[in-house]
């Protein structure tokens, strides 16, 4: 099975700060990679697919990148609303898998 | 617009049996494999079954093979899963959701099973 390694697990930031969260592949999953969003309580939303590739009404200020068996997530100028945990999950192969998850909170 | 509304859980004992279902609208559902994905309470998110757009294919985590059977009714645009054998650890929220790459999800389904 593919291990999806995902990092940190959980990150303080202010509003207006740019974070990064990796996700490291046990092995090359040719940028089939998605980023999810998951607020308490709430389903998980579709932010980024195919590793770098943004969901429609998602704002710009979140981006993607990686290639191989590393890939990050870029949020820029956080917002209050952008408070949440985020997976990423590899479909290249099945079992398909997530990471641990990162807990972002805002100062 | 894309709706998924789960239906179906609870509480079960182990060894019992449970089904859930999963009404799809505002898309062509035969047009979309489909997939059931867990998280156990405070837990991460694990990929549990995915099922093909006619469901002639079907895949499962190791730890639900043979026991559970992922099912679709493409004229009733309803996505199943049906759950035998129940164990403590499969006790958490059952989302259904959308393929291609997760994009629409259910708003989850919780089971739990304990005696």
């Known amino acids: 099975d593919i291990q999806m390694t995902q990092s940190p697990a959980s990150l303080s930031a202010s509003l207006g700060e740019t974070v990064s969260i990796e996700c490291l592949a046990s092995?090359?999953?040719?940028?089939?990679l998605a980023w999810y969003q998951q607020k308490p309580g709430k389903s998980p939303q579709l932010l980024i697919y195919?590793?770098?590739s943004l969901q429609d009404g998602v704002p710009s200020r979140f981006s993607g990148s990686g290639s191989g068996t590393q890939y990050s997530l870029k949020i820029n100028s956080l917002e209050s609303e952008d408070a949440a945990t985020y997976f990423c999950l590899q479909d290249s192969e099945y079992p398909w898998t997530f990471g641990g998850g990162t807990k972002l909170e805002l100062k | 617009e894309v709706q998924l509304v789960e239906s179906g859980g609870g509480l079960v004992q182990p060894g019992r049996s449970m089904k859930l279902s999963c009404a799809a609208s505002g898309f062509t559902f035969n047009n979309y494999d489909m997939a059931w994905v867990c998280q156990a309470p405070k837990k991460g998110l694990e990929w549990v079954a995915t099922i093909s757009y006619d469901g002639s294919s079907t895949y499962y985590r190791d730890s639900v093979k043979g026991r559970f059977t992922i099912s679709r009714d493409n004229a009733k645009s309803t996505l199943y899963l049906q759950m035998d054998s129940l164990r403590s650890e499969d006790t958490a929220t059952y989302y259904c959701?959308?393929?291609?790459?997760?994009?629409?999800w259910g708003q989850g389904v919780m089971v739990t099973v304990s005696s």
């Open positions: 092995e090359d999953i040719y940028n089939n």
């Open positions: 195919y590793a770098s």
């Open positions: 959701a959308r393929l291609d790459y997760f994009d629409y």
